[in-house]
């Protein structure tokens, strides 16, 4: 407890010298010619006097001594003389010698209510609290609103750990006095011993609506800022105080201390070796810059703390390539899993890796940054941990790896989203490679070329939705494919030569479209190596197609009207409507006795031992 009151004391005396600085007004005259005066009047206890409490405001205090007691040779009953030199010995430290001035001083003015309260002020700060409190009563017993009185009562209370009360005396004196600058300076420290910094930050905010040329206010705003972590908003209270006040040494240090919680060391350095230069003999400014060299040296701490999100980015985009090799496992158990993993796996390491590099380096939002970070760790262990779990899951209960190439034939965009687009995923998902080949950009019934560029960007929309490894579109004239069968066939072999597919699937010879029984004549021709050739049906097949082989698609229907719904241009057609292509793989799943299912006539077949 002596410790802490002890503490609170040494911040009050330095930081705010809420009795002495009062008593020496700004001089009218500078300190130079002050002393030149006091060099050519000698004799002159004014002029000496208003030296000595020069020198006090410089906080040359044994200067200031020697100047007050000539000046009391010169004038020995000067009270006013004796007050200063009781006040210049307890700002400098010497609480017992001021306190014996002080009672010397009541002995010849016992009703003087001024020196009894700096009497009581002096006996506080040597930590000789009742018999300061007595000397307030004393005062107090006399005139019961004393404001000076009230308000270092209450402040003697709050150092005392006694807030509450503290702060009941302290309202009192607001009430009597509501534009009372100390008495609301004296509120807020009280409210800032407490640990109520917010109202403590609002009580300095409205003293200095009264005051606002008031640095030493000022700066007591910007050290609760600071307290606070409102590192940028300290910083600017700091900067104006400086700007108001060049002269005031705790701004400077506490504008450097701020830069250096900041990580900005530049700053911080320069500030303060201007701050040597104005306050050459003061030992904190070299104590800070020795802080700061020490602080921003690369040391282990600092590599820790760079590996730390290195790594966990590093196991975040390892997680994140599996989870989307699996996402349509992880998309048909838990759609709104997969969307939060999938989008925000990126995303939080991107923010990872920012936020970190901001916290090494520093800079102007350093502390927000540090704070947020401290939040994004336990969002980054909760992600690893949910990552980690998915994969566990998939590995759990994901099916075959397979390697097979498969390539599937269309004549227009959406044929192969109608005839097989379900299938191809299901492969896609079990690690197959799939490719589409469009042959036609579908431009028949346009008057105009966006459309047919619309039909185009669909079906790579599409695709996508069905996460083809790639999809080729050719241009091909619409409804005409027939007068150009070779070039397609030629089209078709040298897709089949490139990729080396394992299966084909390609449009059924029982279609009513000439370009659909076309597509299947030139891929029978074009596909003769070693591979499996299987015919879908469309929309517009006919009763006579007989389907022999069934690709069970239950979980992947709506992954197909997905892709469907992708083609926009055809959304008006009542058979890519959602309800009827899911009735249709309904009624052959109904056939293969599943769910449903996408069926297919068997060409040829192979079976491929890998």
């Not at 920012?354 to 970070?373: D, K, N, P």
């Not at 980690?388 to 390697?403: K, Q």
């Not at 687009?421 to 197959?432: I, M, N």
């Not at 009735?583 to 079976?607: D, H, M, N, P, W």
């Amino acid at each position: 407890m002596l410790r802490k009151i002890h503490i609170w004391l040494t911040l009050w005396c330095l930081l705010t010298g809420t009795v002495l600085l009062p008593m020496y007004a700004a001089a009218s005259l500078p300190l130079s010619e002050l002393e030149s005066q006091a060099r050519s009047n000698p004799t002159s206890a004014s002029v000496w006097g208003e030296l000595g409490q020069a020198y006090a405001r410089e906080r040359r205090f044994t200067e200031a001594l020697e100047a007050l007691n000539r000046a009391l040779t010169l004038s020995p009953q000067a009270k006013h003389i004796l007050y200063h030199i009781a006040l210049t010995t307890a700002w400098s430290g010497n609480y017992n010698e001021a306190a014996r001035l002080y009672s010397d001083l009541l002995v010849q003015y016992p009703d003087d209510h001024a020196i009894r309260i700096d009497y009581g002020q002096t006996l506080a700060w040597n930590r000789q609290f009742e018999a300061a409190r007595q000397q307030y009563q004393i005062v107090l017993n006399q005139d019961p609103e004393h404001i000076e009185a009230l308000r270092h009562l209450g402040i003697l209370t709050g150092w005392e750990s006694d807030y509450s009360a503290a702060l009941e005396v302290l309202e009192k004196a607001q009430k009597l006095d509501p534009k009372n600058v100390r008495v609301l300076s004296a509120q807020a420290e009280v409210l800032s011993w407490m640990g109520n910094l917010s109202q403590a930050a609002q009580t300095y905010e409205q003293a200095l609506t009264i005051a606002p040329k008031d640095t030493a206010l000022r700066v007591k705003l910007a050290q609760t800022y600071q307290w606070q972590g409102r590192i940028r908003a300290a910083q600017d209270q700091y900067l104006t105080a400086i700007g108001d006040d060049p002269g005031n040494l705790e701004a400077y240090l506490g504008l450097g201390s701020a830069y250096r919680d900041n990580h900005q060391f530049k700053e911080a350095e320069e500030l303060l070796r201007r701050a040597a230069l104005l306050f050459p003999d003061e030992p904190r400014i070299s104590e800070s810059l020795m802080e700061i060299a020490a602080q921003k040296g690369w040391q282990l701490s600092n590599l820790i703390h760079f590996l730390e999100p290195v790594v966990f980015i590093a196991l975040l985009l390892f997680m994140f390539y599996h989870i989307r090799r699996y996402r349509r496992v992880l998309h048909r158990r838990n759609r709104w899993l997969r969307g939060t993993i999938y989008v925000g796996m990126p995303l939080l390491a991107l923010t990872t890796a920012a936020l970190y590099s901001f916290s090494i380096w520093g800079g102007e939002y350093y502390r927000e940054v540090q704070t947020f970070s401290q939040f994004l760790e336990i969002i980054n262990l909760l992600v690893l941990i949910t990552v980690f779990a998915t994969l566990v899951w998939l590995l759990r209960f994901g099916r075959n790896v397979s390697h097979q190439v498969i390539l599937a034939i269309g004549a227009h965009p959406d044929d192969i989203e109608f005839g097989c687009g379900a299938t191809l995923l299901r492969y896609r998902e079990s690690g197959c490679h799939t490719y589409g080949l469009v042959l036609t950009a579908g431009r028949e019934g346009f008057a105009a070329g966006k459309e047919s560029e619309a039909r185009v960007n669909e079906a790579r929309a599409s695709a996508k939705t069905l996460a083809l490894s790639n999809l080729e579109i050719m241009d091909f004239p619409d409804t005409h494919l027939s007068a150009h069968k070779q070039k397609i066939k030629d089209a078709i072999e040298s897709v089949v030569k490139r990729i080396k597919p394992d299966i084909v699937f390609t449009h059924t010879p029982h279609d009513l479209h000439s370009d659909h029984k076309t597509v299947f004549e030139a891929t029978r021709e074009a596909v003769r190596g070693a591979c499996t050739i299987l015919s879908y049906e469309n929309p517009n097949t006919p009763v006579g197609f007989q389907p022999a082989y069934y690709v069970d698609v239950t979980d992947y229907i709506d992954d197909k009207i997905a892709a469907l719904s992708q083609h926009k241009t055809q959304a008006g057609k009542a058979y890519a409507a959602p309800d009827v292509v899911r009735s249709s793989a309904g009624f052959r799943g109904t056939q293969a006795r599943i769910k449903y299912a996408e069926a297919f006539e068997v060409v040829r077949v192979l079976e491929k031992v890998y």
